[in-house]
């Protein structure tokens, strides 16, 4: 079933959990959307896993259209979710429909996705007035992270959790359909999520959220430079690849790749002549 704003919002009402995934390429978006996952986040957590940079900031506009291109090509029913960049909203209303309008036009995706809460109000309500679905993103916000100090849990202190409740009625009032709340105390993001009318989408925010997001590489072991509490390993796919990796070394040395059946075949007598001609 081809999930849609009204869709994800039903599952809020009838208590149904949300799952969410990132993706930045066709073959896996093809797996996740088989495997039935409700949303497809082409998050600008790219430049981290696929890209190498140490943060987001460097992630341009074309990085996110060329990903989330791939990803609408492989994905038949989930939401495909396009993170706007550093850059690309903070500094104007125009730039910021702008921006989300590429990524709908020539990304193809299904919403987009923006950092903050009352700053960036205006841009997302403009954003919905150009009928883009718009998913918005409190706590840690890693597009912020020169200014936030490092990855640390948010939202910790009185007047920080007000803050937090403040932003998610704001971006809720100005039009956001969703809103994913990054490492927030499981209680609080409960709190506000039970406030909300629509769906909250947890990364390092407990079980209380209408749904879950978590960046793949994570969750398959398949990337190494840091490893967050919130993160749950459901498979170790990055020591099967390291494995595959070194057989695939291995068999190319001592002759084993490629066998007979990954060989095509030719007549012997064009083989034959051939060499006569060449003699
Ligand atoms: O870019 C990303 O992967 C994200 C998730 C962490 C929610 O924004």
């Known amino acids: 079933m081809k999930q849609t704003v009204q869709t994800l919002q039903a599952k809020k009402e ?8 990132t993706c930045y390429d066709y073959s896996t978006a093809k797996l996740m959307d088989n495997a039935g ?48 960049p550093f850059l690309s909203y ?36 403009a954003i919905v007035n150009a009928s883009i679905p ?12 020169n200014t936030l100090g490092g990855f640390k849990v948010q939202a910790k202190t009185l007047d920080a959790a007000r803050q937090l409740i403040v932003d998610a009625k704001a971006v809720e009032a100005a039009g956001a359909f969703s809103v994913v709340f990054e490492c927030v105390p499981e209680k609080l993001a409960e709190l506000v999520t039970s406030m909300l009318s629509i769906p909250t989408i947890g990364i390092g925010a407990g079980a209380g959220c209408d749904g ?31 494995e595959a990796f070194k057989s695939y070394k291995e068999e190319i040395q001592n002759g084993t790749f490629p066998a007979q059946e990954n060989c095509f075949s030719i007549e012997d007598d064009i083989i034959e002549q051939l060499k006569k001609e060449l003699d």
């Open 212 to 242: 879950q997001v978590l960046v793949y590489q994570d969750m398959l072991g398949m990337f190494s430079d840091f490893k967050s509490k919130f993160v749950k390993r459901f498979a170790d796919v990055g020591t099967i690849m390291n």
């Open 90 to 125: 903070q500094t104007s209303v125009h730039d910021a429909v702008l921006n989300a309008g590429r990524l709908m036009k020539e990304g193809r995706a299904g919403a987009v996705k923006l950092e903050g809460g009352q700053v960036v109000c205006e841009q997302i309500r």
């Open 134 to 145: 718009v998913v918005a993103h409190l706590g840690l916000t890693p597009q912020s992270i």
């Open 14 to 21: 009838r208590g149904e959990k949300i799952s969410m995934l």
């Open 37 to 84: 996952l409700d949303m497809l986040l082409v998050g600008d957590s790219l430049g981290n896993v696929i890209l190498g940079y140490e943060d987001t900031i460097s992630v341009t506009m074309e990085d996110m259209i060329h990903h989330t291109a791939a990803v609408a090509r492989g994905t038949k029913n989930a939401m495909v979710v396009a993170d706007m």
